[in-house]
DNA sequence: TTGTATGCGTTATCAC
DNA sequence: GTGATAACGCATACAA
């Protein structure tokens, strides 16, 4: 591999008018500048980001970490937050973290190999982010609750998920239902339990009484945990212990729609069903699923203009805190389609 | 930020000795390795893999560039890749490069930020790939029929995409269709466009007309265009001047089902109807789509075995188009589900 | 306009 | 067992 010191070599000139000529610099002529470049394609030579970094003390990278690339959760914030980035000429690279691996994602943070991060990986324990987040490395985390931690360069973006869990059951209550299943998601999944304590405050609070045997548990948070788990509940559908279920994620509800259906079971004459998270799927099928979007593309749209801030320090995490605090955007709103019916 | 020769200042020992110490040489007593993991907590310091690299003049960073993370074809493939590198503890990066954004990826090539790359992007131009591919960098691209890369340390890996699609055209022929449409997607994807020459040839072959009023063009490759696209062609099925469609991808395929049933048609009663790639999603409906899986998986597991083999230098470009080859994972396989009805 | 010297943080090669 | 020193490839302040 050929370096700027090859070129000065081959050209007879110092190592430093080599890099000001390939930077562009005035300082250098234009004859100077058109040999250099001649010579770099002849020796076919190509930059060393990795010295370019050290030199400048700077990555330009913003780690974004998931734990899964696929969800929509993860997808539509990333279309948001490249297109800020993108504005800045900052780069983003992705990097999964989950139970299989998460030995890169610790590597880059621990080893400062970026600039920023934003965690949406659960599995990144808080500890860890607590003790690599610094002045050169502010850390973003999303999507958990914990409130502890204390670092200075660390942002926790938090909902309020159990709220959000309280609101759609509070609308199907309000629609007459008061039998209403709930399936739980991946047991791992921090997010799906949120919904589970938001739909057991909402019973409380309308006074219904919480029935055990109304809950299910998923494997898994997926159309085919979905589509298997409701099979164990179209029984207590046909004898009208049931008259609404809450499924935890909008693939839970696709899934257990279709076995709904299969079993000639109409949604929502019959039993009245909601999803959560607005995943596109969920109206793709028929009929259309109710569920409750979180407005996560706007949230991330603010959480990357926090992030530029403070990689440029013009704002502190206190700044950041507080805006975010005040801000309408942490509501989410309940998206009304075809599978829940008025029954008062 | 603290660096190992503030460890060593705060010490009174050599920055080497900190260095090794830090990286449990035997070289270095337990005594002193216990003071410098001391020193290291105490004054917060962090390794920088930034100045790792350049030392190492390795970054033992991957590449894996996508247009798109969502799609199953990538999603599927990164799992495989995954885990192969991780067995050899190699890290994996992912870089979105597509229409609207591409500077990131080609930065991190043009940069040597890696030290290999697989390229899924079709934004990444055959010169580039090629300009930039070198011993300490192979760059692996998927999905492109480009056979012009003459770089030895560039892979072309390409399936027959043309055979594929005019195996299940073939396919639907061999059931008794004979008005079969087509469905175009986006039309920057090189990939619809050689299932449509698939299509194409495979109607030749049997003496079938090409209709040209019988090929659509959607604006794109989703369920939202397949749905929309479809209303188009409602009003020749039912004046029977069509008994079969061929979605150049699932998603299409699925927003064209949606679309059908809303408008009283029945699949495949009234109109068979086959999908490409064998996504999730395509089983998910009902019925579920007839489509052709092109063993992705099996071919990443050789992929990335090859690019492990070409970094450790146990393996030429050369042995490994050979292997590739003469493989045969490379046929694809028709998945028939409920969608087709055999009319003759 | 060009060159010299220095430094970025780390590892590695020798001496001692 | 430890320390000095060079090297990795590049950028930059300053001198010429």
Redesign the pocket.
Known sequence: ?????DI?KLL??????V?????D?????????KRVREAAKQLN????G???D????KTNIVLFITDNPTRPYFTDSLQVVQNELMMKDIDLVIITANNKHIGTAERFISENRADAVICMSKFIPDDFVNMYANKNMPIFVLGRKSDLIANEFVVNVALDYERVGEDITEYLIQRGHRKIAFVRGSKTSVGTKYRYEGYLRSLKRFGLKVEKNLIFEANGSDYDQGYHTTGKIIEKIISKQIDAIFYATDDLAVGGLQKLLEKGISVPDDVSIVGYNNYPISKMVTPPITTVDLHQQKIMRRVAKALIGMMDGSKTKEDIVKRLQKDAIFHSEIIERGSVKNRE
């Open positions: 591999m050929a370096t700027i010191k000065a007879g000139i110092s190592v430093s008018a890099s000001m000529a390939l930077n610099s005035p300082e250098i002529g234009d004859k100077t500048k030579y190509v930059k060393n990795t010295a370019i050290l030199q400048r003390q």
